[in-house]
């Protein structure tokens, strides 16, 4: 098999099912043949890394470890789901304090042991607080971390390709931004089927208003509503997300969706937010996000409920007052 790179690729929480989806895409993508496993739980840890062998893949050089300092040292590239799993009934938010907690540690191994690594992407929720402690903690670079928020984008596309019942490659650039979770906002705006612009099909008898709303709220509801079908959250769509995403930082095909990255301008300050992006092996880059007047106000909704996690996280102690990050990373003072 010909492989991108031959660079160390770390999968944190490779003992879960998004970890191992991670792994196995990684591998059929030909990343690198040099792919390290890592879950403080043996026993799965080990059964993931037998499954991988099993295969039959060319070439390939699985390790595996409980250690961390062992997994992130020499690490050139990282995706990390190591995260508590959202259950039945839980919002993301749900998460915040225990992940928030995990993801401080993780920045502080990442600093530890493999502060030359080249780009991170934050997988387990709230991703847009998790990647944002990570940033901090870790003392890379705004452009060298990235978190998984192109869910909401394909949920879009796929409840309108449902819908219209036509193939999802009909409907281009369905695009939410903001928050990855119930306060995202869903632009309709940049949003084209076959050429033609949803926001000039909203409103008429193909997509009435009621029916429109309607998809919106599905779309938000996405990942509950695979834990009512599966009765577990999602993995496999975004352990395939992700992959492109680190395959993209890795110097291979572009990816196609927004990502969470650190934004810090005139409109929006010290936040990870799905923006719209470009990932390459100089790391990520903020693209302009333009919309009608109605999705500008639901983006700065969301980015509102962002701070709110984030000041929530800041008074439990995981992260410092704003005014002292850049004691903690100076790429962020």
């Known amino acids: 098999m010909n492989y991108l790179t031959t660079d160390k690729l770390v999968i944190v929480g490779?003992?879960?099912?998004?970890?191992?989806?991670?792994?196995?895409?990684?591998?059929?993508?030909?990343?690198?043949?040099?792919?390290?496993?890592y879950d403080p739980y043996g026993p799965a840890l080990e059964g993931v890394a037998e499954e991988l062998r099993h295969c039959g893949f060319e070439g390939l050089n699985l390790t595996y470890t409980t250690d961390v300092k062992e997994a992130l040292t020499d690490a050139k590239y990282i995706v990390n789901s190591g995260g508590a799993a959202r259950k039945a009934g839980m919002t993301r938010e749900d998460l915040l304090k225990g992940n928030a907690a995990i993801a401080e540690q993780f920045g502080k191994d990442v600093r530890a042991y493999c502060p030359d690594v080249r780009h991170i992407v934050v997988v387990f929720n709230p991703a847009d607080i998790t990647g944002l402690v990570t940033l901090l903690y870790s003392g890379l670079k705004p452009s060298q971390v990235t978190t998984l928020a192109a869910l909401d984008s394909t949920r879009l596309r796929s409840e309108l390709s449902k819908y219209f019942g036509i193939p999802a490659d009909?409907?281009?650039?369905s695009r939410t931004y903001g928050g990855h979770g119930e306060q995202m906002a869903v632009f309709a705006s940049t949003t084209m089927m076959n050429g033609k612009p949803l926001t000039e099909i909203i409103g008429t008898e193909k997509l009435p208003d009621k029916d429109w709303e309607e998809i919106k709220l599905k779309v938000v509801q996405g990942g509950k509503n695979i834990i009512d079908l599966r009765g577990r959250s999602s993995f496999q769509s975004p352990a395939y997300l992700s992959i492109e995403m680190i395959g993209a930082a890795m110097g291979g095909t572009p990816f196609r969706w927004p990502a969470g990255v650190y934004v810090n301008n005139d409109r929006y300050q010290h936040i990870m937010m799905a923006m719209e992006t470009t990932i390459t092996k100089d790391g990520v880059k903020v693209m302009p996000v333009k919309g009608t007047p109605a999705e500008e106000e639901a983006l700065d909704k969301s980015y509102r409920h962002l701070c709110a996690l984030r000041d929530e996280v800041i008074s439990l102690g995981i992260m410092p007052p704003i005014d002292q990050w850049g004691k903690l990373n100076s790429n962020l003072g």
Request: proline share 4%.
């Open 14 to 37: 490779a003992a879960g099912m998004i970890g191992s989806n991670m792994a196995q895409t990684a591998i059929m993508m030909g990343l690198t043949p040099n792919i390290c496993l």
């Open 170 to 173: 009909e409907i281009v650039n």
